[in-house]
């Protein structure tokens, strides 16, 4: 079994910063890609960034040049740095591991609990 841990939402001041983390535990044997997305208060989730197995990453117009995602693959980790923070950014963030492989089942999606973001003005 596979579980998704986020670490390092808050509150923060606009034109701040934030670091967000998400490790996963459990036996990994390959995944297709890990993302970041968030939902505001009345809102779809949307997807933030994303970061492919061979590295290749997107990121949405919103956030573009703003926000860094990157991952850690000995730790099952992926971070969101998220920096000139502004109030439309708040919202809550959760991570995702797509198409996780392990010893059992289907391959499938993963999702954390979400960690909230508040920016303020």
């Known amino acids: 079994q596979v579980q998704l841990v986020e670490t390092g939402g808050g509150s923060v001041q606009a034109g701040g910063s934030l670091r967000l983390s998400c490790e996963a535990s459990g036996r990994i044997l390959s995944f297709n890609g890990m993302g970041w997305y968030r939902q505001a208060p009345g809102k779809q989730r949307e997807l933030v960034a994303a970061?492919?197995?061979?590295?290749?990453?997107y990121y949405s117009d919103d956030v573009k040049g703003r926000f860094t995602i990157s991952r850690d693959n000995a730790k099952n980790t992926v971070y969101l740095q998220m920096n000139s923070l502004k109030p439309g950014d708040t919202a809550v963030y959760y991570c995702a591991f797509l198409g996780v492989r392990t010893d059992w089942g289907s391959p499938r999606d993963y999702w954390g609990q979400g960690t909230r973001v508040t920016v303020s003005s």
């Open positions: 970061i492919s197995s061979g590295d290749t990453t």
